[in-house]
């Protein structure tokens, strides 16, 4: 029997309605009790985009995504991971520390209910203190994390599971438990070094795309062995060189996006290979999961930079919430 | 004799129009033949913002500022840095390569002629290229050196000059030459980030400025700390930082920014002292030069350091324009 939903009804395989629950974004998937996805669905009900404030919103953003899946199986277990979770969420899931496992996220999940009373679960976030630094947190990536583990098992011993992003998350796993972490804001960076600043007025779109792909690796290399090549405090000197490369024609206006780009993925992967901290062991097998044109970036800069990937994965975020769920001893599980 | 001039007159000691002619903004000082200035006046047309387009509206912005000391004078002789001589200006003056000093920008200055035929002679950039690294290039601030050589001659023999803000600039010099040079985007990724990024969102107004201005100071030299325990690569990951130590309630949100701004001026001068290039020298004494407000807030963080400047200056364009003009053979030094 073939599994996939037929969006008009409600197969009976269905075993869990779980929901990736983010700022600007809300993406629910109807699952099976192997941990199957039947149906998926995005919607724009992100935290700062409900229809309406206040816990109304959130009860009316869920009924609108997933309302019919709820009515054709009114016994289906709700769960929920991201920034629905947080102060600003429906329901404050607060940070637990490292380390951490699913069960952990499990026992510390927070309850809301919904219009019709059903309980709905929020997986809460980690925090984690290094020793002598500030503190870092994530909430979303520990789901992600959770499911990666679930689909890479023989990794779940010992790996170091990269998240590229806005905000980047390493993270370190031993014995299937989140011991360290470290975020790095390189997404964001980059984009308002691009929107803001004088280095984005500099940058031109290609004028042939298919002509200058060999420019863009070459100009995100020359990014990355800046990094390789820095000291500490080197960034916003060479950043500068985005201006300076592109003056002096080295690199042309088409590349110069790709050599910030390399500079700041580089200088993130250099960091985070060396930081130091005995809870994130640095030769840990990296794992990267994301969106497949952020990993292939990743990959090729590490390649690079002398590590390469142990594997790649796309969106773990169903299986995360699965586990979760299943660690909630809200599904019975078809293993 | 009171030098001051009357606005209304033509003081008899004037002897030069010199002009700091940037981005945004035209200022234009008339000196006397001792370098001492007799009138400043500060306009909104700069290369960006000029009256017209072209030629003609570089004409029309000079005479606007300084067309009735012209007048009252019309053998003055016109000098100008900035960008008015940039590939966007009135007219290239093309980067000159290091060493340089006063008499390098002048053999190297472009001539363009105002509305009367007077010439105005403007300063070069200077061109930094270090050993394999990503050529550097600063314009305007090599007058300004100039000028703070004239006010600190003691230190001309050798000296880092250090000019903070929205590109800071690191100058090393040796008898009286620019040897080498660095610029950092600290100023410019603190207003992007400020304005621009989650970090920004999280920072709040002080109910009380003056109750809390112990909260500044702590969450400022503790990003001053963050940046003396920094690793190579570690910067985009400390940012992050500023929304932690806020979110765990360790710094107050209207402190953030100041931890924002200690994380980016230390990371700043951590590199900077220790950039390994052998044209700099690691322990030539340290000349502040710029707004009092910054200079205050970098001697602090050098202080904090372990290396406190050996002297602070405020604005010197008008002493260097003075010296260009007179290693220009401009005007009959007093001296």
């Known amino acids: 029997m073939d599994t996939r939903m037929n969006e008009a009804g409600s197969p009976a395989a269905a075993a869990l309605v779980a929901l990736d629950w983010g700022t600007s974004s809300l993406r629910a998937f109807l699952m099976d009790a192997g941990g199957a996805v039947?149906?998926?669905?995005?919607?724009?009900?992100?935290?700062?985009?409900?229809?309406?404030?206040?816990?109304?919103?959130?009860?009316?953003?869920?009924?609108?995504?997933?309302?019919?899946w709820l009515d054709a199986g009114p016994g289906l277990p709700l769960v929920a991971c991201g920034m629905v979770g947080s102060a600003q969420g429906w329901r404050e899931a607060p940070y637990v520390g490292c380390p951490a496992d699913v069960a952990t996220l499990a026992a510390h999940a927070a309850r809301?209910?919904?219009?019709?009373?059903?309980?709905?679960?929020?997986?809460?976030?980690?925090?984690?203190?290094?020793?002598?630094?500030?503190?870092?947190?994530?909430?979303?990536?520990?789901?992600?994390?959770?499911?990666?583990?679930?689909?890479?098992?023989?990794?779940?011993?010992?790996?170091?599971?990269?998240?590229?992003?806005?905000?980047?998350?390493?993270?370190?796993?031993?014995?299937?438990?989140v011991t360290a972490f470290r975020t790095y804001m390189t997404g964001e960076v980059y984009a308002v070094l691009r929107g803001h600043s004088l280095l984005g007025q500099l940058m031109a779109a290609p004028a042939q795309p298919e002509a200058v792909a060999a420019d863009a690796e070459a100009a995100f290399d020359a990014g990355l062995e800046a990094a390789r090549a820095s000291r500490p405090g080197d960034l916003t000197h060479q950043l500068f060189a985005t201006r300076t490369l592109?003056?002096?024609?080295?690199?042309?206006?088409?590349?110069?996006?790709?050599?910030?780009?390399?500079?700041?993925?580089?200088?993130?992967?250099?960091?985070?290979?060396a930081q130091g901290d005995p809870a994130a062991q640095e030769d840990a097998p990296l794992l990267l999961v994301g969106e497949a044109g952020l990993t292939r970036r990743y990959a090729q800069a590490l390649q690079r930079l002398g590590r390469a990937p142990a594997a790649e994965l796309g969106n773990t975020a169903p299986q995360g919430l699965w586990r979760f769920a299943a660690a909630a001893g809200l599904i019975h599980t078809a293993t």
Chains 1, 2 share one sequence.
């Not at 309406?52 to 995504?65: D, H, K, S, V, Y």
């Not at 520990?142 to 098992?153: M, Y």
């Open 246 to 273: 592109g003056l002096t024609g080295r690199v042309p206006a088409h590349a110069l996006a790709d050599y910030l780009s390399g500079l700041l993925i580089g200088h993130e992967i250099v960091s985070a290979l």
């Open 38 to 68: 039947l149906a998926e669905r995005a919607g724009t009900h992100g935290i700062r985009h409900l229809p309406q404030p206040g816990p109304a919103g959130f009860r009316q953003a869920l009924a609108a995504i997933a309302g019919d």
């Open 112 to 177: 809301v209910d919904d219009a019709a009373q059903r309980p709905l679960w929020i997986a809460p976030g980690l925090l984690y203190e290094p020793p002598g630094a500030a503190p870092d947190v994530m909430r979303g990536e520990e789901v992600q994390i959770a499911g990666a583990l679930a689909l890479q098992p023989a990794l779940a011993r010992r790996a170091c599971i990269v998240l590229p992003g806005t905000h980047s998350k390493w993270a370190w796993i031993e014995h299937g438990r």
